[in-house]
């Protein structure tokens, strides 16, 4: 249960992270957000189109 709420709350401060950037207008690259974050290009991927 522990794995999961952390899994969770990283996806929820990542998320809440890139949505800030966006709001101030800054423009962001799959590439430079997963070396950011230490996921993949497909988990963002997969994090906007399921999530957002």
């Known amino acids: 249960m522990s794995d999961n709420r952390s899994r969770h709350d990283r996806l929820a401060v990542r ?17 430079t ?4 974050f ?7 991927q997969r994090d906007f189109h399921q999530r957002l």
Do not use: F
Not at 33 to 36: G, N, Q
Not at 38 to 44: H, I, S, Y
């Open 15 to 31: 998320l809440s992270l890139i949505i800030s950037r966006l709001m101030t207008g800054e423009s962001l690259s799959l590439k």
């Open 33 to 36: 957000l997963s070396d950011e």
């Open 38 to 44: 230490g996921v993949t290009e497909r988990t963002l």
